[in-house]
């Protein structure tokens, strides 16, 4: 059984940070491309970053908006993705996905998201 289960949303100020996690489980996390997308009221969902694993390392991308911001990260031993938050904006208001995608795209998995909400 395929499982993607975000937590750590919730309601931070402006400027503030919060530490998204994906805890997975029935699929070949350290061969899949992880990623996080977010949805906010009224717009489509986007790519917020994503990581591969690599010989060398991860690597990683991230949407312009959140360059400098967001770290994503992620723990193959125990197949959790993360996503750290910082410097939180109005505009980061959304729920967040976790994404994985097996290699060449046979399984594309999205957890059911958890909600982030930055105001005053």
């Known amino acids: 059984q395929v499982r993607l289960v975000e937590s750590g949303g919730g309601l931070v100020q402006p400027g503030g940070s919060l530490r998204l996690s994906c805890a997975t489980s029935?699929?070949?996390?350290?061969?899949?491309?992880m990623s996080w997308y977010r949805q906010a009221p009224g717009k489509e969902r986007e790519l917020v970053a994503s990581t591969t694993s690599a010989g060398t390392g991860n690597i990683t991308n991230y949407a312009d908006s959140v360059k400098g911001r967001f770290t994503i990260s992620r723990d193959n031993a125990k197949n959790t993705l993360y996503l750290q938050m910082t410097n939180l904006k109005s505009e980061d208001t959304a729920v967040y996905y976790c994404n994985g995608r097996t290699p060449f795209g046979w399984y594309n998995y999205w957890g059911q998201g958890t909600q982030v909400t930055v105001s005053s």
């Open positions: 029935g699929f070949a996390f350290s061969s899949a491309v």
